[in-house]
């Protein structure tokens, strides 16, 4: 975990706010000071903390610019939280997020929010992921189906309307953050989507993308061959999924070869729970991902073994576009301890480890990345490809990727 101090900035967070004790913000500021001085201090604070700036530095300048005037147009808090929400998509970064929303009109989180996962290819815009249990799911859309249109507009006209501050050309990395954004939509606000499959195009209205809630922690079975499976349920955040996943374990104690499903991790979350279920695995602790602060020198972090006894046996992990942060953290981890074979498809690729700061106008917190992570042969943790890819998020009833990883466990025996 990062520490307390390593937070501090030009008062941005002190050591008293970090505590949750003493400094709060001046409640009486005039709206247009008080965000007015949030966007001022954003815009410095990314400048001289945030990891990958030198790749948006243009933007983000124009972004703030246009940050600065609006604010001076604010008339309510709503409106100011918009003009950061705006300002924050100039760094068309996923990773990177405001600590407030509301239920109607504020973006949606990718990809926690999403239900689809979007690339640009040969000129077209393609569904590559459907998030089981989603909108999109539901209403049919599958891995495959090209993108038409969306609310009326081109899929391009549509990645256009979301990215600020952008040059006249926008990037392959803009275009990628901004067209997943976009199909993302806005919270409350449904959305109307053209797709197209075989020369046939359909026409479908989705609403809250995200699944229905699991109600666990974990879930598990024992499959076909005595193989364990556990699947994290978007839980890696949550301090009670460690002893969830050692229940688990304890059912399936009896499996002679292992699959965790790490596809539906995508809101991320912390070490305190990640390296505990990774250390089940192991018999001796291993570094497992590299941290690179900016500007300093770069180390790894290690997993030590943990529990009364070791999961031991052939494992597969899958992932998808739904594994995020720590769960992509996990799987360059096991790949690089030669512990697991990873299978699915590119990952949610969540660049580096992320900080939080309080901004002093309004006491809203904001997140983003300030170092970089890596496997521990030196790729970045979000361009790392699983060695073994299969599509990993179809949106129908289908798993190639678990097939996958049964068949490839049985060759292991």
Not at 19 to 37: M, V, Y
Request: net charge positive; aromatic share 6%; glycine share 10%.
């Amino acid at each position: 975990m990062i520490p307390v101090a390593a937070l501090l900035f030009a008062g941005l967070l002190s050591t008293s706010a970090a505590t949750g004790i003493g400094t709060q913000p001046d409640r009486s500021r005039a709206l247009p000071e008080a965000f007015g001085a949030d966007v001022d201090a954003l815009c410095r604070l990314v400048t001289r903390r945030y990891a990958y700036y030198p790749a948006r530095k243009r933007s983000w300048r124009r972004g703030c610019n246009d940050a600065a005037a609006a604010a001076t147009r604010v008339t309510d808090r709503r409106a100011g939280v918009a003009v950061l929400e705006r300002l924050l998509d100039s760094l068309f970064d996923s990773h990177v997020s405001l600590g407030i929303n509301y239920s109607s009109g504020s973006p949606r989180l990718v990809p926690s929010g999403t239900d689809m996962a979007i690339d640009y290819r040969q000129g077209k815009f393609i569904i590559v992921g459907v998030r089981r249990g989603g909108s999109a799911a539901r209403k049919g859309i599958r891995a495959g189906d090209r993108l038409v249109s969306l609310d009326g507009l081109s899929p391009g006209e549509a990645a256009r309307a979301r990215i600020q501050g952008a040059n006249p050309r926008i990037t392959a990395r803009q275009l990628k953050w901004a067209i997943n954004a976009a199909a993302a939509g806005y919270s409350g606000i449904s959305r109307t989507i053209k797709y197209s499959r075989a020369g046939m195009v359909r026409e479908v209205t989705l609403d809250d993308p995200t699944p229905r809630a699991e109600g666990r922690l974990v879930t598990l079975r024992m499959l076909q061959g005595h193989i364990g499976y556990i699947r994290i349920e978007d839980s890696l955040g949550n301090a009670d999924t460690v002893a969830a996943f050692d229940k688990a374990l304890a059912v399936l104690k009896s499996a002679r070869a292992w699959v965790l499903d790490l596809r539906n991790t995508p809101s991320g979350g912390n070490t305190d729970v990640a390296e505990p279920v990774m250390g089940r695995f192991i018999a001796a602790a291993q570094p497992y991902q590299r941290v690179i602060p900016t500007g300093e020198k770069a180390y790894d972090r290690i997993v030590p073994p943990r529990g009364p006894w070791t999961a031991d046996g052939p494992l597969a992990v899958l992932v998808g576009r739904w594994t995020g942060s720590m769960g992509e953290g996990m799987a360059i981890g096991f790949d690089g301890m030669s512990r697991a074979r990873v299978i699915g498809s590119a990952m949610a690729g969540l660049a580096g480890g992320t900080e939080s700061f309080v901004l002093p106008g309004t006491g809203i917190p904001v997140r983003f990345p300030t170092y970089d992570l890596a496997h521990i042969d030196g790729t970045p943790r979000h361009r790392w490809l699983p060695p073994l890819p299969v599509q990993a998020d179809p949106g129908d009833s289908s798993d190639p990727a678990l097939a996958a990883a049964t068949e490839w466990i049985l060759k292991q025996r």
